[in-house]
């Protein structure tokens, strides 16, 4: 993907946790999908009592359909809500147009503010989906993961740190971020998946800045949909699943040790565009 431009790095160290907000996998009846939206109260005091803030991406049938939902975390927590496409397609055959439309409606409907932040299914962003998104006014996208995912996206020239797509501009990319040598995703389900030993790891590692942390509901909760993946998925998913929140915990413990600041994903890239006048246009760096 080529460049535009970089902005500068943020001044001190920032991390943004964020949480993709949609009913659990593709698998089982819609009751079973949204099992795991009964554990979002433990959800909310366990960042209460960390007084940690988190970006949301949500997806937009989501929000139309548990409207009281959205309002119930948007009046407990240090949240904000971004868009996670409408129907959170899985086969890349979405019309991404219609897809920004109807998630713009419904966000609008429910919450009466606009989106300026979209995610894409499964971390796949094409250069014409940046491109609609910012015909539609977003001002930044999060959906590129720089890593590589076996049969379902090799993002390993991409780059690592937040940038303008040459295709789009005027929309900055916050890529989640990845183990700086290894490309392994920093994000929930690999924490959870490769437990301490990944940890120990990131505890003797240079860690991006910014950190953008992705998690969903399924890889702290385990619900009736998990045992309807197949017998590899649900090894995979299942994985450490008792010390899922320890686990997150304890990273956060060591960005807090290393004195990163927690924001919202917005603050940041409100910040990142107000710098971004004084950088270089340059080719690729990762």
């Given amino acids: 993907m080529k460049v535009d431009r970089y902005p500068e790095s943020p001044a001190e160290p920032t991390a943004c946790l964020t949480l993709d ?12 999908r949204r099992q795991v939206f009964h554990h979002l109260d433990d959800y909310i005091e366990r960042f209460q009592r960390r007084d940690l803030p988190v ?6 049938r989501t929000v139309e359909t548990y409207p009281e939902l ?3 975390l948007d009046g407990a927590l240090d949240v904000e809500f971004h868009l996670h496409s409408y129907s959170h ?4 055959e979405a019309d991404i147009e219609a897809e920004i439309r109807r998630g ?7 919450l009466g503010r606009t989106p300026v932040g979209y995610r894409a299914p499964r971390y796949i962003a094409t250069a014409s989906d940046l491109e609609a998104l910012s015909a539609a006014g977003f001002a930044f996208d999060s959906s590129i993961c720089p890593s590589y995912r076996p049969g379902v996206y090799d993002h390993l020239d991409k780059p690592t740190e937040p940038f303008y797509p040459a295709v789009s501009p005027d929309l900055l990319e916050l890529p989640i971020s990845v183990h700086p040598r290894l490309r392994v995703p920093i994000i929930q389900s690999f924490l959870k998946l490769l437990g301490r030993p990944y940890l120990r ?15 969903h509901l399924h890889d702290y909760y385990r619900t009736d949909a998990h045992d309807m993946l197949s017998p590899f998925k649900r090894l995979l998913f299942s994985r450490n699943m008792a010390d899922s929140f320890e686990l997150f915990e304890q990273f956060v413990d060591l960005l807090e040790d290393r004195n990163y600041r927690f924001r919202k994903l917005s603050d940041v890239a409100a910040t990142l565009s107000e710098t971004e006048g ?9």
Avoid: K
């Fill in 201 to 215: 790891l990131l505890e003797r590692s240079s860690l991006p800045n910014p950190l953008i942390y992705n998690s």
């Fill in 278 to 286: 004084s950088a270089s246009v340059v080719s690729p760096r990762n």
């Fill in 89 to 92: 397609d899985m086969s890349g």
């Fill in 55 to 60: 970006s949301m991406f949500v997806v937009g």
């Fill in 70 to 72: 959205i309002r119930r």
């Fill in 21 to 32: 907000l949609e009913p659990s996998f593709d698998v089982g009846s819609p009751a079973v």
């Fill in 104 to 110: 713009v409606e419904a966000f609008e409907s429910v």
